[in-house]
């Protein structure tokens, strides 16, 4: 039996982590890419959250098949949400139920890639975790946040942070 030498770790580490940082920036391309008509931004939302979540389990599917996947599968749902929260979103006026709603989409999102229920059982769900899991909740309006500001900053940071940010939302939130 051969053992490795620590370069052959360092490799290796070194190419596992070169590989995912990739397959993470090819997700966030085709969110990206998929959100130009921006009345698809809330099913390609819902494609990362699916493809993020297979990744969160150990799994690695084909990128672009299954990102199309759970774009398809979600479409009806995640265009209606879309709708509901942008309704909800822009007359609020108040940072804090901007904050709420925005937290209340994310969490809404990975409820709808992770389990089979109806729009309105989505949404009480969602609001149940935002109200339920404090920490969750002040984590995930933290990096959103951040997002948020390092996008103004940086404008190419989407490439980089938008699965990073979901993975997060999804480890912290699971119900």
Known sequence: MRSRSPGGVLASRAYTAAD???RVVALNVLWLLACVPVVTAGPATAAVFGVVREW???????LARSFLRYFRENFRQA???QFLFLVLFLPTGTVVAAA???????YAFTLMV?????????????VQLAVGKPAATAKTLGLLGFAAALTVVFPAAP????????????????P
């Open 56 to 62: 969160n389990r150990g799994l690695e599917p084909p």
């Open 20 to 22: 995912r940082f990739a």
């Open 114 to 126: 992770g389990y089979e229920m109806s729009l309105p059982q989505i949404l009480k769900a969602s």
């Open 100 to 106: 709420l709603v925005a937290v209340t989409a994310a």
């Open 79 to 81: 265009f209606v949400l």
């Open 159 to 174: 490439l980089l942070v938008t699965a990073l940010l979901v993975s997060s939302v999804q480890r912290w939130c699971a």
